[in-house]
């Protein structure tokens, strides 16, 4: 049931969602046209995503810091960054302004991820009935439509709607963002006294100075949750990145690759609109692992398939794989990590994921030109294996949990 919050956390995450498809799906279209080579815009997804990745942990620190009220404030500052950064696309032409324009946006739509989901989960924390799976459904299905409107644009207008795309969608979330205003407990709820039992994650609150290090002692587990989010992502990516050329290795073409792409975002939404309800059943921890085995069977298929309509049936395995890591992870990190440290672990879990996508966009490309698409797709099943396997044997039930935790 739709409460007050819901609506515009739904706002937040599918306005979110199309500058995220805009920004990543499209940086090839946009930046060939713009006169830069393959290599040059893989280098710049690649440096973007590696730089937000390590400046992730360190903005949500300050994040964590902050009161509630400057949480969003927070959020919205970043977002009008990005919303200058894409006017200025559509104002400064020339290759020098648009690499460092391009650039910095790749850089804030994924520093973006980690700040939107701890707006929704510290109105959770403060009592409200807020429907993050269907909030975050609707940002699955607002990156399908913008998958087949933008590209829709390209061909009747050119490369240059993608950015003015992305200015409407940028403007949209930044008003989101800003009229999201739940900083104070909801009526009749009274926040938990915080328990003896978060004392372990306190620790790292006295030694600020290690940092990152800190919270990986507070949780020792997390390094290897981290490396299993890593493996699935590289997996996920090279087989969301190299779209095309697997297509193409199938005989199909742009369109093929355009349903493809949509059929991802609607398959995840059966799971994104009702994980509150599969939260009755099972806990987190289960959802979490069990989106391993979705990663792993994604990749597994599109290495065996034959043909174009194969490949396209094989994405019903983004049901139980990306579509239910995207919310179950969120979650958990909620569940587990004390009150004080959950966008910075929010964070960790973006960059781990960050980091797949670097990865998987520096070496595939370099795979496809050594070995081809089948060496590609074997490589996103092994890693897609790797951190499922992960996943099974590090995933701890959460200290927190809500019930029903295996």
């Known amino acids: 049931m739709l409460t007050k919050p819901t609506p515009r956390f739904v706002a937040i995450q599918s306005s979110y969602w199309a500058c995220y498809c805009c920004i990543i799906s499209f940086s090839s279209v946009y930046l060939l046209d713009q006169g830069f080579s393959n290599a040059q815009v893989g280098l710049v997804i690649s440096l973007g995503g590696l730089l937000s990745a390590l400046l992730q942990p360190r903005v949500s620190r300050a994040a964590d810091r902050l009161k509630k009220l400057s949480l969003r404030l927070f959020c919205a500052g970043v977002a009008g960054i990005a919303l200058v950064a894409s006017a200025g696309l559509l104002c400064l032409p ?27 989960m510290a109105c959770l924390n403060l009592g409200y009935r807020l429907n993050f799976g269907l909030a975050r459904g609707a940002g699955s299905m607002a990156f399908g439509i913008f998958s087949a409107a933008c590209g829709r644009l390209v061909l009747w207008l050119g490369a240059w709607s993608v950015a003015a795309a992305m200015l409407v969608m940028q403007a949209v979330l930044f008003a989101a963002i800003l009229s999201f205003r739940f900083q104070t407990p909801a009526p009749g709820f009274t926040p938990p006294e915080p328990k003896p039992e978060a004392a372990p994650a306190q620790t790292s609150q006295q030694a600020p100075q290690q940092k990152g290090q800190a919270f990986l002692r507070a949780y020792p587990h997390m390094g290897f949750v981290l490396l299993a989010s890593c493996l699935v992502f590289i997996s996920h990516n090279l087989l969301n990145t190299f779209a095309f050329q697997i297509v193409q290795h199938l005989g199909g073409d742009s369109g093929s690759m355009g349903t493809v792409l949509f059929l991802q975002s609607i398959l995840e939404l059966p799971v994104m609109f009702g994980f509150s309800w599969l939260l009755t059943k099972a806990g987190s921890r289960v959802w979490t692992r069990l989106s391993g ?79 081809g698409v089948p ?32």
């Open 94 to 120: 020339g290759k020098l302004p648009q690499l460092v324009l391009y650039g910095s946006l790749v850089v804030l739509v994924q520093l973006l991820m980690p700040l939107c989901s701890a707006l929704g």
């Open 293 to 371: 085995v979705g990663f792993f069977l994604h990749a597994l298929g599109s290495w065996l398939a034959p043909t174009i309509g194969v490949l396209c049936a094989v994405q019903i395995f983004e049901i139980n794989g990306y579509a239910l890591f995207a919310i179950a992870s969120i979650y958990y990190i909620n569940e587990t990590v004390a009150e004080d440290r959950r966008v910075e672990g929010q964070s960790w879990f973006t960059m781990a994921t960050t980091l797949g996508s670097v990865l998987s966009g520096l070496f595939g490309g370099n795979l496809l030109d050594l070995a």
């Open 375 to 406: 060496a590609l797709l074997g490589m996103a099943t092994l890693t897609g294996g790797a951190g499922m396997l992960l996943f099974w044997f590090f995933l701890r039930p959460p200290k927190q949990a809500k019930g029903g935790n295996a």
